[in-house]
Each structure stands twice: as structure tokens, then as C-alpha cells.
């Protein structure tokens, strides 16, 4: 039953086309989406280490009491070090911000279980004198088994399942060739065809859980209003695109866009028409970005633009083609305006992300103080231009 969930979870998850690549390879997934899957994956392996290092010193008693005291020293020494390894794991507060250090951090959690069954088949290998050193025995055998199962817990792709599930397989089945635990090699054959099953179970567990974890993060990342960024997914795309034009040297430019006299639409026809003006307003503005431009719905009526790679001309150019396009009209038939200010990382140099939205924001009010429906780039003042003259002419030397 609880493979048919799986399946049927996936199936409902496929249904939409375009999340499909998401689920099976990791190259596509946004910025946003890394950071918070390399959050979930470091916040769980450190649970599931802490709980490993607590669990794996208990067996100990068992080894004394089973085995000769010549194996039962190997294998206490062994467990206090794997233990050992998966608190230091547990407890390794370093910040794990992007999908590279969470790989890291995942595969060490698996390397310190299947080195220890690596290490330990060798040493109990023929150690079943009687039923209750064989079903010992068998409990080390299966170990592989819960390694496998253990990648549920992981918000994963499917390629990521298939490789991190790889060295499993390997290690068990690099214990049957050497002599199983557990059965006759025939048999054993057998259950590596079950190990490999358990792993794609688990694999599908982890891709449903990365499917949730998606629609979440699409659910809460948009405005359901005018189905642009919220605030709160917008300042963490803005501080992960400011972070990276710093370090490549690039430019990126903030446009804030501010519509203009807007509250006497909801005050005088109601907020459904303020609410059909702000779609209007967000579905124009949006139909003229690039693909790796966001728009942001900053506050009630204001919108921030941030447009990557973007130097002050470029996004002249775009500012231009929204004022031309408009920003939709008031429910009197009159055409609604938008005061527009804008900075630039490089050109201004701002301390941060909040100083370079501060600078457009600030700069938006400059040109409300000046009369409305204009922007202000640079300068103390602003210009109302006409929709044929330059785009530069908007600037205040």
C-alpha cells in the first residue's frame, strides 16, 4: 500500500509537465529552492546523526554478551567511533547554504554506516556457532537495509537517490561475493534484488518529498493577487542575486515602481477595482521582463523590478517600455501612472541588498515630490518625459 501511495503521488506530480526535470535532475532548481532544500537536508542529517551516535554505542552490550572478547573489542572500538563521527556530525553548527555542502554532509552521514558494515562483515564471517550469534550476526548483515531505506527522510531528485543509494549496493554486494551473514550466496542474489527495490522505494519517497516541498515553496513564494514574488521569498532572491553580482563583478540594477494616487481607487470604487488595477499594473510589468528578471510585490501598490546583469542604460531601455506600455487604467477611464526609482550595484555601491533597495526607494519618493509619473535614477530631482524622447532624459544630471 504504501508504494501505491508513492506512485500515485508521483503520477499526480507528473501531471504537470514542467515539474517533471525538477524531479529528476537538480540542475534547474532555483536559488530559493537550493537554499531551502540544503537547509531541510542539513537540519535532518544532523537529527538523524545525533540519533545514530546515541543508538550505536547501545548495541555494545549485545557484542560483549554474544561474541568472544577478542571480536567484541574490534567491534566496541568500532562502534564508539562511529559514533563518535556521527555526533561530531550532529553537532557541526557550520551553515550549509547551498546544495554542494549538503551533498557533503549527506554522503558523510551514509560513508560512516557503510564503512562500518565494510569493516565489521569481515570480522564476523563465520563468528554463527549457535541461533544466537547467527541472528547477531544477521543484525549487522542487514545493516545495508536500513542505510537504503534512510534516504526517505531526504528531499531528493532521482538522480541524487540512484547515486547515494549506489555505494550501498556496492558495499552488499561486495559482501556476498566475500560470504554473507545472512544466507547462501543463491539466496543472497535474492535479496540484493530486494535491497534494490527498498532503494527505489525510498528514492520515491524522497522525490514525493521533494514534490511537496516545491509546491509549498511555489505557494508561498507568489502573491496570490497579482502572482508576483512576495515580499518575504523577494528579499531572500534579492540578497542571493546581489550576493552573486558581487562576486562576479556585475551589474544589477532595482527598480522600485510605486503607482501613483492609488489608495483614491480603493477609497472612491472599492478595493475589487484597487485589486484589478494591481493585476493590470503586475501583469504588464511582468510581460516585459526577461526570464531571469523578478518581480516583486513590495507593499500594497509597490512593486520592486530586479534585473540581474543589468546596467542603468538597460534598464532605462525597460523602464521606457513600461511607461509606454502603461501601467493599465483607473476605473474613470483615466490612465494609471506609476513613480519610478532606480540604483544600480555598481554605479552606487551600496553597503548591501537593504542599502540598494533603500537607494531606489528613496529616489521613487523623489520623484513623487516632483510631480508624479517619473523617474529619478541619480540627482536630487526629476523629469516627466514624454513617450518618443530618450530614455536618458528621464534623469536628473
Known sequence: M?????????????????????????????????????????????????????LTPLWIAIDVTVFEWSLAIWLILLRL??????????FDRRSCEDMTCAWWRLAALLAIPTLF?????????????????IAVSAGYGYLPFVMVAGLSVFPLTALEGALFAAPMLGAHLAAGFYGSLVMPFPSYISALWLLALIAVVATLAAISQLHFMIALLEQAAHDALTGAF?????????KLQVAHAERAAQ???????????????????GHEEGDRVLRHAANT??????????????????????????PLDGAMIAVERMRRAGFGKRPDGSLQ?????????????????????ELADQRMYRAK?????????????????????????????
Open 337 to 357: 501612472t506609476a513613480s519610478i526609482g532606480i540604483a544600480e550595484q555598481t554605479a552606487d555601491r551600496p553597503a548591501d541588498w537593504e542599502a540598494l533597495v
Open 230 to 238: 512576495s515580499r518575504r521569498i523577494g528579499e531572500e532572491l534579492l
Open 2 to 54: 504504501r508504494v501505491e501511495r508513492l506512485l500515485a503521488a508521483l503520477v499526480d506530480a507528473f501531471v504537470r509537465s514542467d515539474e517533471l526535470p525538477d524531479l529528476i535532475l537538480p540542475a534547474g532548481h532555483s536559488p530559493i529552492l537550493q537554499r531551502r532544500r540544503a537547509a531541510m537536508i542539513q537540519s535532518r542529517v544532523r537529527m538523524v546523526a545525533l540519533i545514530f551516535g546515541i
Open 251 to 269: 551589474p544589477l540594477t532595482a527598480i522600485f515602481v510605486d503607482l501613483d494616487d492609488f489608495k483614491a481607487v480603493n477609497d472612491r470604487y
Open 117 to 133: 558494515f565494510a569493516i565489521s562483515h569481515p570480522l564476523l564471517y563465520n563468528q554463527g556457532v549457535d541461533d544466537l550469534r
Open 285 to 310: 510589468i511582468r510581460s516585459l521582463l526577461r526570464q531571469s528578471d523578478a518581480l516583486i510585490r513590495w507593499g500594497g501598490e509597490e512593486f520592486l523590478v530586479v534585473m540581474p546583469d543589468t
Open 369 to 397: 515630490q516632483d510631480g508624479k509619473d517619473r523617474v529619478v535614477v541619480t540627482g536630487t530631482g526629476g523629469v516627466k518625459p514624454d513617450a518618443e524622447t530618450d530614455p536618458w532624459d528621464s534623469i536628473t544630471a
Open 81 to 90: 567511533t562511529a559514533s563518535a563521527a556521527f555526533l561530531a556530525l550532529a
